[in-house]
C-alpha cells in the first residue's frame, strides 16, 4: 500500500502553475513540453474531480435541509 498524501486543491493549484510557468518560460524540447502537457492535464482532471466532490457534498447539506455557511 503507498503512503501517498492527497493533494489538496491549493497544492494541485500550485503544481499546475509551476507546469505552465515552465511551459511559457523555459526552453523545453518538444518531448519535454508533451510530459509537461500530460501532467498538467492529468492535475486539471484532478482539480475537476475534487470540486466535484465538494459540489456534491453541499447539494447533499442542502437537500437535507441542515443549515451550513459559505
Do not use: P, W
Amino acid at each position: 500500500m503507498g503512503t501517498e498524501k492527497k493533494e489538496n486543491l491549493e497544492e494541485m493549484f500550485d503544481r499546475l502553475d509551476q507546469v505552465i510557468g515552465t511551459l511559457e518560460g523555459e526552453d523545453v524540447s518538444l518531448e519535454e513540453a508533451f510530459g509537461l502537457y500530460d501532467q498538467g492535464m492529468k492535475l486539471i482532471r484532478r482539480c475537476n474531480q475534487t470540486i466535484n466532490e465538494v459540489e456534491k457534498k453541499i447539494l447533499v447539506l442542502d437537500e437535507n435541509g441542515e443549515k451550513h455557511e459559505f
